[in-house]
């Protein structure tokens, strides 16, 4: 028998997607089949850690629930108990896929042994510090060890609260760079024991100092009621511990300084990690002064290293003049501006230390109304390193304008110079992209031009300025038609009243209309439309020279006849904003004859209905009833929505005729029409072919490929009860399906001319394709019209196709004879149990018949697809055909202690399926009887499985 798919495609297959691969199996089976492959000796470790990959990154998923977690962990115990030594690599993965499941399943103290067993089983591995037997090997198993530990702590705080005496015991022993490892995880435990002992009333004398020295258990108790998030956005609601004994203040104080004094021999990340710890641990007491950070500051603000920056910037927000004085807040603030700049450093971390100078407390004060003032510290003699440059990349130039100009705004500089210089960086990326500049770069541009435009629009001089190049610009590069728009549009809703944007767009009009009419292509035209769309959006900006423009152009070019939709539709955008402009009814008469113009001359015809439609409304409704009709989106209240579905009066109703309305609750609903009702068994006995004939007639079926493909499942359509008498007659009825995943293509709309209440109802047939024949969902809806004329819509219960909706008889025609029917299925039965099928797989499956007869119990359930029986021997041969070309063989036979159904399939996934259905027909049959059943997974035998 054929083996499923290999591990590496379903470990593939399962990191794609594991909601679409579970729909083919279940969670308990995959896990089941995955720990088996763990256990199993002869697998390599190429194969057991990727599958060690999928518990830790999916842990939840196969591992529902806290029962199979805490199964999982004692499993997992056990494979890394019986491990060969010498497995360092797959025992690491295994303690971090433990770790996974035990933290993510369910809370901890729940787990109950196995979380216990797994705790001492890390100790011991971090305990064991004779290397000599593994050398660097064993160090990475340790390492993994303490992560783990550090992972639980940080899940579960105050764990190990008790433990931390043994814990610096640890860290003090250890000679080999794991060290830093076992500090951390001291620290991070110091910390949460001392916010555990925060939620206390206060800390009695001696119990900080218990506390320090404790060597016990670990503190169960303590993660009973969950530690409150320790408030790391705001050290200002950190928790105090409140004690007065001065010997447990001197011990702690003793174990920080010693700890900061032993960091520089850890790694940069490690001694933020270290630091953070520490800036809470001494937030929380406040008898410990912030002063014992002192000696490291001038150490931390030399470095390069970004991490160590944070654990500093960490550490001014904590303590601010605690700690820092104005000379090391100015030092702090130069040395920021110099690593703003450092060549060495990646462009990331100069983004970081400029977002850092931006937001510095002491450079911007904060005012009484909550925001930044201008920078104080950073002056323009101390900024000018950072002005920008044409090789800053995209990133670092617009940060550095952004800061430069907040340095600029108040700057004593009679000249202007300094403006001046940052308004000359942009006329040189202006330059660039005028010399026809990378998309990058034209990007970069307008983003500088609006943080330019951000800080100095009230400036008349560099505002003209700007608004005359981009002129110039866009007269030789009429394709930035878009970043123009943009850059208005941002500016509006950014710069408050400022009147440049209008000044912009009136510029650009003027720059448009001025152009000669010959030297026009229906390419710069578009760009040009977008523009004057634009404009035709203001109030404040003109719009008779755009109108004589367009007719111009329509007149006297050939954008009538050539222009084509697109550009019809760029103009009938522009008419469009002027229907809905305050001035229409100064330019009323050019609107007019340019829509008449269009309607009579342009070639395409909807552009030609579009213009007739728009001229009608210009000369037939007021302007506040052609702003109504126009007019959509949120800013139109609810009394409004119905004035919008016809040009005539409210009072004529006719806007509800053009509205679908939604029913409160379900009016329809499908019911499936019984099987028996639905499929009849297809007979004929007429032509019989050669063994070897029968297989090679039926294969060549397949080669069309919507032979077979197709599920009809019949179904009513009803009323849902009693429903009311308005939905009693329903008409031109519209069956809408969605799909809830992708075993099948899509289902087409189901038309019903009428449903009426007191007739019969009418079936409905629904055409499946399946391409996986697995059960599924389907989500239904309709749309009806009513007596009255109204269009409802309505939400019909989800329409679920079981798994015997899929079978299909023998697909092959009705003369076939008995004789070759039960030859074919010999010849697939054969070829199912053969190495030559890679997808197949048998079970077997025994039920107790109980008081009925086998020979009812297969006309009641199996008719259609039975092709052969022996009554005299009780012996009966099935056939389930499941689109689009899968086969499900039974072989019943009745023996004496039990009916035994013989499986064979070539489509293994559906094992778990053909199971539950066996269940359920053999359960009806004598609902008390027990049932003997044996799980098709369990008897799986896969060719080419070893195990």
Known sequence: ??????????????????????????????????????????????????????????????????TVGEETVLDLLAIFNQAPPRSINLKCHLLLS?????????????????????????FQTVQDTNDLKDGQAFHSLRAIACDCLREVETCFPGLFSQKLEALYLLKQQEMTPLHQAYGILYALSLKNAIHLLTQGSGAPDGELKSLLSGNEGLAWKAIEKPLPPFPASSMSQVPVLQTN???????????????????????????????????????????????????????????????????????????????????????????????????????????????????????????SNGEESLP??????????????VFNNSSTMLCRLSLLSLVYMEADDDDDKGVSYLFDHLMALHR?????????????????????????????????????????????????????????????????DSAWPIQLLKALQKVIVELPVPELTLQNLSWHLKVLGRVARESQVPQRNSLRFLLGVLIHSSLCSGGGWRLGNAVLAVCRNLLLHPSLDQV??????????????????????????????????????????????????PAKV????????????????????????????????????????SKGESENFDDKEVLMVYREQFLDPVFASEVNLKCHLTHVGEVAALYHKLFSICLHFELTDTNYEDVQNISVPCVFKDRKPPVVHLKLKPRHPYPTHLRASAMFATEDGLSWYTQLEDVFVSFPDVFLPLPVKADWSQESREQLFDHIWRYTCSEEC???????????????????????????????????????????????????????TNTEDAVHISIATDNWKLLPYINSYLQNVTSETQRNAESIVQVPDARIENASSEA
């Open 1 to 66: 028998m054929a083996t499923p798919s290999p591990w590496p495609q379903r470990i593939s297959d399962f990191s794609r997607s594991p909601s679409q691969f579970l729909y083919s199996t279940t969670s308990e089976c995959f896990l089941a089949e995955l720990l088996c492959e763990l256990r199993d000796d002869k697998a390599s470790e190429s194969i057991k850690i990727p599958l060690l990959s999928l518990l830790q990154e999916y842990p939840n998923v196969l591992c529902p629930s806290s």
């Open 642 to 681: 119905r004035s919008l579905s016809a040009i005539m009066a409210e009072s004529d109703e006719q806007s509800s005729c053009l509205t679908v309305h939604q029913t409160k609750k379900p009016v329809l609903q499908l019911v499936k029409v019984p099987q028996n009702e639905a499929r009849a068994s």
């Open 245 to 367: 004994a001065n010997t447990d203040i001197r011990e702690l104080r003793s174990i920080i300084s010693m700890l900061l004094e032993e960091s520089y021999l850890l790694t940069p990340v490690s001694q933020a990690s270290l630091l953070r710890e520490l800036v809470e641990v001494v937030a929380m007491v406040q008898a410990l002064s912030p002063a014992i950070f002192k000696t490291q500051l001038l150490r931390l603000f030399g470095t390069t290293e970004v991490t160590l920056m944070h654990a500093t910037l960490l550490m001014k927000a904590a303590f601010t003049d605690s700690l820092f004085t104005t000379e090391d807040e100015n030092f702090f603030i130069k040395r920021l501006v110099g690593m703003a700049q450092h060549p060495l450093l990646k462009s990331a971390q100069k983004l970081f230390y400029m977002n850092c100078i931006l937001h510095f407390p002491e450079n911007r004060p904060i005012s």
């Open 98 to 122: 433990i770790t996974n499941v035990l933290v993510c399943t369910s809370r901890l103290e729940n787990q109950g042994n196995a979380a216990e067993c797994f705790l001492d089983l890390l």
């Open 432 to 496: 660039i992209v005028d010399n026809h500049g990378t998309r990058e770069m034209t990007v970069t541009f307008f983003r500088a031009a609006f943080t330019f435009l951000g800080y100095f629009y009230d400036s008349e001089k560099f505002t003209s300025a700007l608004t005359a190049r981009l002129c110039e610009l866009y007269s030789r590069h009429c394709y930035l038609a878009p970043n123009l728009n943009n850059l208005v549009d941002r500016a509006q809703e950014c710069l408050g």
């Open 838 to 892: 890679s997808q197949s797989a048998t079970s077997l499956f025994c039920f107790e018949l109980g008081d009925r007869s086998l020979c009812s119990l297969i006309d009641l359930n199996f008719h259609p697809y039975l092709i052969s029986k022996n009554q005299n021997q009780d012996c009966y041969k099935v056939l389930f055909f499941l689109p689009p070309q899968c086969h499900v063989l039974l072989n019943i």
């Open 588 to 637: 009323f008469i050019e609107l007019a004859d340019l829509l008449q113009h269009m309607m009579l001359h342009y070639e395409d015809t909807d552009i030609q209905d579009h213009a007739r439609f728009y001229y009608t409304l210009l000369t037939n409704l007021s302007r506040e009833k052609l702003s109504g009709v126009l007019t959509k989106g949120p800013e139109i209240g």
């Open 376 to 389: 104080v510290l950073v002056t323009p003699r101390l900024a000018a390193s950072l002005l920008p440059t």
